[in-house]
C-alpha cells in the first residue's frame, strides 16, 4: 500500500530555473495538501485542493501553482526558483476535510535553490 | 488566532526511561489538538488527537497525551523509550474549520534522542 508518493525526494535548482514536484495517492482521497517546512520552523500551507479542478490557496502561495485534474495526482510547480524557497516540500492527503482528520504525508522533497 | 509552542527543540532520554515532549498552545477556539512523529525520510504519521473528548488520549506505540485547559498544555508523555522512538514529533493545533479550510499550526518540531 504506496500511501503518498512524492517525487523527486531531492533537487538543485538554480535562481530562475521552473521545476515541477509530484504528489500522488492511492488510497483514493478528496482533499490533499503541499506544505513546505523551513529550518527551524513549523509546516506552512502553500496550497490545498478538496477535490479534481479544485485548488485554493493557503498560507503561504507566493511563487507556486497547483493543478488537480486527477484525485491521484497534485503537482506543485515553481515557475522562477528564488532562493527563499529552500525548503522542504510535504505533501499530504485526507478523506473528508473534516476537522481534525487524520492527515497522510509523504516522505518529502528536500529543494535548494542556489 | 493560534498558535503552538514546543519548549523543547532537541531531547534525550536513556532506553527504558520516560519520555516527556512538552507542548503549549494558544486558541480562540475551543482547539483540537495532535501530535504527528516523523522518522528519518520518512512523512509526517498521527500519533493521538485530542477532538474535545476524553482529556487524556492515547495513542499509537504506548504515547499518551494530556489535555490540560487551565495550563493550555498537551505534553506526550511514553513511560518507557524505546530505540525505535527516535524521531522528530510535532504538536498541531487545528481551529476545528470543515471542508478543506481547516488551519493547522504546527509547532517546530522536538527531536527526540534515544541513548542506547
Known amino acids: 500500500n504506496a500511501g503518498v508518493t512524492q517525487t523527486p525526494k531531492f533537487r538543485i535548482l538554480k535562481i530562475g530555473q521552473s521545476m515541477t514536484l509530484q504528489c500522488t495517492q492511492d488510497?483514493?482521497?478528496?482533499?490533499m495538501y503541499w506544505y513546505r517546512q523551513d529550518p527551524g520552523m513549523g509546516l506552512k500551507l502553500i496550497y490545498y485542493s478538496v477535490g479534481a479542478g479544485i485548488t485554493d490557496k493557503g498560507e503561504v502561495p507566493n511563487g507556486y501553482n497547483v493543478s488537480r485534474s486527477t484525485t491521484e495526482d497534485f503537482p506543485l510547480r515553481l515557475e522562477l526558483a528564488a532562493p527563499s524557497q529552500t525548503s522542504v516540500y510535504f505533501c499530504?492527503?485526507?478523506?473528508?476535510?473534516?476537522?481534525?482528520?487524520?492527515?497522510?504525508f509523504g516522505s518529502g522533497t528536500q529543494l535548494s535553490v542556489l | 488566532a493560534q498558535s503552538v509552542t514546543q519548549l523543547d527543540s532537541h531531547v534525550s532520554v536513556s532506553e527504558g526511561t520516560p519520555v516527556l515532549l512538552r507542548c503549549n498552545y494558544s486558541s480562540s477556539y475551543s482547539p483540537s489538538l495532535f501530535w504527528y512523529v516523523q522518522h528519518p525520510n520518512k512523512g509526517l504519521q498521527l500519533l493521538l488527537k485530542y477532538t474535545s473528548a476524553a482529556t487524556l488520549v492515547k495513542g499509537i506505540n504506548g504515547f499518551e497525551a494530556e489535555f490540560k485547559k487551565s495550563e493550555t498544555s498537551f505534553h506526550l508523555t511514553k513511560p518507557s523509550a524505546h530505540m525505535s522512538d527516535a524521531a522528530e514529533y510535532f504538536c498541531?493545533?487545528?481551529?476545528?474549520?470543515?471542508?478543506?479550510?481547516?488551519?493547522?499550526?504546527f509547532g517546530t518540531g522536538t527531536r527526540l534522542t534515544i541513548i542506547p
Open positions: 498541531v493545533v487545528s481551529d476545528g474549520s470543515n471542508f478543506g479550510n481547516e488551519k493547522l499550526t
Open positions: 488510497m483514493n482521497h478528496n482533499y
Open positions: 499530504a492527503s485526507s478523506y473528508g476535510g473534516r476537522a481534525g482528520e487524520k492527515l497522510f
